[in-house]
C-alpha cells in the first residue's frame, strides 16, 4: 500500500484532475449501483456531508440510538444541519417499519440513517429484506435514506453479497477505508449525480477539498484490490476467539459482556479492549 501511494499518478483534486482520486470515485460509485461518488478524508464528513445535502434545518435524523452519526460525530447533524437527532431502542441496531410509522414528524425534509455493518450491536449484518422494508417505510413518508456503510465490505463479504446489494438502494452511502481495509484516512460518498454535486458544498464547507489526494485514493484502490477478501480473514479470526470465549461474533467485531475491572485487568496482561456499547466490550 505504501508503494501504491508513492508510485500514485497526481493532480489537483479540485480541479478534478486527480487521476487517482478519479478512477476510485468511478469504481466506486460502480461497485455501489450509483451515478456518482465523491471522495472524502473522513467517513465523518462524508456522512455529513450525505445529511446536509438532503435534509432542511429543522427536520428530523432517525437512526438506531448507538448509530455512530448520533453518539460518535460530536452533535454534526445538529450544528452542520440543523438536525433534530432522535435514536430509537432496537435489536441488532436495525431500525423498524414501526418505528418510522410512529414518528409523527418523519417527512420531506428528514432523514433516516442506517448502519451496515452496525458496529454498536458489534459488526451485526442487515438482512438485505429488512433492509429493504425499513427503506421503503421512510419513501413512503418523504424521507431519504442515507447508509452509514464504513464498514459495507465487511456485510458484503460476511453474507456473500455484492456492496451494492444495500447500498444501490439507499439515496446516499458511505464506504470508510480506514477501518478493515486498511487504509490511513479516505472516505468515499456514493448517490445520484445532483446530490454528489450537493455534497462538493460541504466538501468546500467542511475544509475537505484537497490537492494532490491521489496520494490517498492510491491506498484505496490498493485496499480494493488486495485487503476486501482478506476481511474473511478477520471475520475467521474473530468467529475462533468468539467460540473459545463463548462470546457472539457475526463479522469483526467479538461482544463480551463487561464486568467491573475487566479493561484495567486485561491491559495489565497486555490485552487491549475497546468499549462497544454500554455494558460491552
Ligand atoms: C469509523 C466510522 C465512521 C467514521 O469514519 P472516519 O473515517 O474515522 O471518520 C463512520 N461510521 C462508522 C459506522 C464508523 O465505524
Redesign the pocket.
Known amino acids: 500500500m505504501r508503494a501504491a501511494m508513492a508510485a500514485a499518478e497526481v493532480g489537483d483534486e479540485q480541479y478534478l484532475e486527480d487521476p487517482s482520486v478519479n478512477e476510485l470515485q468511478r469504481r466506486m460509485a460502480e461497485l455501489l449501483g450509483h451515478e456518482a461518488a465523491l471522495f472524502f478524508p473522513?467517513?465523518?464528513m462524508a456522512?455529513q456531508a450525505a445529511l446536509r445535502a438532503q435534509t432542511k434545518p429543522g427536520s428530523l435524523l432517525l437512526a438506531e440510538e448507538h448509530t455512530?452519526v448520533l453518539i460518535y460525530e460530536w452533535g454534526g447533524p445538529a450544528i452542520h444541519s440543523g438536525l433534530v437527532m432522535k435514536g430509537v431502542a432496537s435489536a441488532a441496531g436495525r431500525v423498524r417499519p414501526e418505528h418510522i410509522e410512529a414518528e409523527e414528524e418523519l417527512g420531506p425534509g428528514s432523514i433516516v440513517v442506517l448502519?451496515n455493518t452496525h458496529?454498536s450491536s458489534g459488526g451485526r449484518i442487515w438482512p438485505v429484506d429488512e433492509f429493504r422494508a425499513t427503506l421503503d417505510a421512510a419513501r413512503e413518508r418523504g424521507a431519504a435514506l442515507h447508509l452509514?456503510g464504513?464498514?459495507l465490505f465487511n456485510a458484503s463479504v460476511g453474507a456473500g453479497l455484492p456492496p451494492s446489494a444495500w447500498a444501490a438502494q439507499a439515496d446516499s452511502v458511505t464506504i470508510?477505508f480506514?477501518?478493515g481495509l486498511g487504509c490511513p484516512l479516505g472516505?468515499v460518498l456514493a448517490g445520484s449525480g445532483s446530490l454528489i454535486e450537493r455534497a462538493w458544498e460541504s466538501k468546500y464547507l467542511f475544509g475537505g477539498a484537497m490537492r494532490q489526494a491521489g496520494v490517498i485514493a492510491a491506498a484505496a484502490l490498493y485496499a480494493l484490490d488486495h485487503n476486501v477478501e482478506r476481511l474473511a480473514d478477520d471475520h475467521a479470526r474473530a468467529r475462533r476467539l468468539a467460540d473459545a470465549l463463548g462470546a457472539e461474533a457475526e463479522t469483526n467485531f467479538v461482544t463480551i459482556p463487561e464486568s467491573p475491572g475487566d479493561l484495567e485487568r486485561l491491559r495489565d496482561q497486555g490485552v487491549l479492549l475497546g468499549d462497544l456499547r454500554p455494558g460491552y466490550l
Open positions: 473522513t467517513a465523518t456522512n455512530h448502519e458496529r452509514d464504513a464498514r470508510c480506514s477501518k472516505a
